[in-house]
């Protein structure tokens, strides 16, 4: 742990404060009004630039526009994800013509997954081309319950049988542009460190934790 970045120790410990948050929110009934969307923004944004510090700002960036491009054309084509919208509770949002919702940490939050595995197997050589896209993508499987049912962040137009009603079409989009991300950040030549596993661990209890919560905890 002594090695890692101070963005990556500010994320971790962003990801403990959002759990023990949404605990108490749980059980006790406490609303954390503004901090629970602050939190969000500070746990996504932190978590972007503790990644940054593994691959140069040039590629990061290039990835972020795979995102965000893949994230557009999925609201209004259905491709490369399946057909779903968003709703205005992950802040903040902006909106798009026709009536679409952007929230604009969709494209930071798919980096933390997508990026995150791109890096964090990156030393394992040229077969982390395709066992980041796989990781992230399974990864995948655990978030769609969460972002659908637990914090309502979008809907599934067509639904589909995969977990929070993701359609099949979802695993091909999320293993292709999590490919393209791998590809991106393989030409990075910035050294390699243990942020990117520990953000995508943290990344992960986050995800599971809330999934925790909601199934345990009484509403």
Known sequence: MKALSIWTKLFLGLVLFSLAGTLLKATAGVDPGPIAPVASLLTIAIGFIALTQSA???YALAVLFVGASAEICGLYTGLPFGRYAYTERWW???ELPDDHYFPILVPFAWFLVAGGCALAFKAVGKSSMILA??????????????????LGYWR??????LPGGAPWLNVAGWFLTSLIAAWILSKSKAKGSEDPVWVLVGFVLLITGLWLISERVPA
């Open 133 to 150: 896209p796989v990781i992230a993508t399974l990864i995948d499987f655990l978030m769609e319950p969460v972002m659908v049912k637990v």
């Open 156 to 161: 599934w137009i067509e639904p589909g049988p």
């Open 56 to 58: 140069h700002w040039g």
């Open 92 to 94: 903040p949002i902006v």
